[in-house]
Nanobody
Framework: QVQLVESGGGLVQAGGSLRLSCAAS????????MAWFRQAPGKEREFVAAITWSAGSTYYADSVKGRFTISREDAKNTMYLQMNLLKSEDTAVYFC??????????????????WGQGTQVTVSS
């Protein structure tokens, strides 16, 4: 099992930036794909971005493409989400997740094995 801890959330004005971090510990050699999901009140959890741990290939939801950047730092077992040009609709709890196996899909929450506790991002307009 991999333990995940998110940090970096907060309150920011529209147009501003935040950087989220996700620190992994435990059986970190089982990281295959790591991802960010978010969930706004009354809405389902939605895919934001994913990165394959070994190759560093990245995938984004259309709603964040060009504004958010996902990255990882292998030596620190940490994943990041740089969020720029934030909008009010980006307000949500952001979760990091780890998947231990290959799949052709990256945006299905049910395929991820390990989850963090979430960090709140609030964008004021």
């Amino acid at each position: 099992q991999v333990q995940l801890v998110e940090s970096g959330g907060g309150l920011v004005q529209a147009g501003g930036s935040l950087r989220l971090s996700c620190a992994a510990s435990g059986r970190t050699f089982t990281k295959y794909v790591m991802a960010w999901f978010r969930q706004a009140p009354g809405k389902e959890r939605e895919f934001v971005a994913a990165i394959t741990w070994s190759a560093g290939s990245t995938y984004y939801a259309d709603s964040v493409k060009g504004r958010f950047t996902i990255s990882r730092e292998d030596a620190k077992n940490t994943m990041y989400l740089q969020m720029n040009l934030l909008k009010s609709e980006d307000t949500a709890v952001y979760f990091c997740a780890n998947r231990r196996f290959y799949s052709a899909n990256y945006n299905y929450a049910f395929e991820y094995n390990d989850w963090g506790q979430g960090t709140q991002v609030t964008v004021s307009s």
